[in-house]
């Protein structure tokens, strides 16, 4: 479809493109959840079944008017449940990787691969003009997350073999190994919590810590605390 400067032709091209980029989109979607339904050896009405158990029903000739293409719509909240009942996530169903080479992400848009269209859509590749900085922030955490709980579990691990070693030189080498592993357990921490702030500064709320990184966060105000209480 291309674009045309004439301001009544170009409404026209316009609403036709994005009419067939929708249709690409719901084709894929609706391709998908076909493939992965005969994968399971499921029926329609079985997946018809599966959507009623998790609480929003979508009849068997819905499923069948969407996979042969004779439906017109298809709601977000209706790829949410196909996702959920077809044990797969609700990301593989518009991006597909493997399944799919190229996608439309965008009218006008060029094709591009599946994987690309995908990182973009989950915020791990940005659009330049992106300015959704609170995902950059959850993003960041849950790496900066992830390496302080291997740093501190490995901490503890060689905490115990200090603990348990049956020879001075296997001690010695525990005690090295535990000296590193605290350095990056403390500096991951520091990370976690630079972000943890930028986090709660932007407006947000951060993400819940597990009880190896509790001391992670502050301790309550004792003091301010008590002064609300009263």
Not at 168 to 184: F, G, K
Not at 191 to 219: F, K, Y
Request: glycine share 2%.
């Amino acid at each position: 479809m291309t674009q045309r400067r004439s301001d009544h032709r170009y409404e026209e091209d316009t609403e036709a493109d994005d009419l067939e980029w929708e249709d690409h989109v719901m084709a894929t979607v609706a391709s998908e959840v076909r493939r992965r339904r005969k994968e399971l050896r499921w029926s329609a009405q079985d997946l018809a079944d599966r959507c009623e158990e998790i609480g929003y029903p979508i009849p068997r000739n819905v499923i069948a008017n969407m996979e042969s293409g004779r439906r017109a719509v298809l709601p977000l909240v209706e790829v949410m449940v196909l996702a959920k009942a077809l044990r797969m996530s609700p990301i593989s169903l518009i991006y597909p990787v493997g399944y799919v080479d190229d996608i439309r992400q965008l009218p006008y848009q060029d094709p591009q691969p599946a994987w690309d269209a995908l990182q973009w859509f989950t915020g791990n590749s940005p659009a330049e003009d992106a300015t959704d900085h609170m995902l950059d922030h959850f993003l960041a955490h849950d790496l900066e997350l992830r390496s302080a709980l291997a740093a501190v579990e490995s901490e503890d691990y060689e905490r115990w073999k200090v603990k348990t070693a049956p020879n001075r030189v296997q001690r010695e080498a525990a005690e090295r190994a535990l000296a590193r592993y605290a350095d990056q357990a403390a500096n991951a921490k520091h990370e976690l919590r630079r972000h943890r702030d930028a986090i709660r500064e932007a407006g947000g709320t951060p993400p819940h810590l597990p009880s190896l990184l509790a001391d992670v966060d502050p301790p309550p105000d004792t003091d301010s605390t008590e002064e609300n209480d009263l």
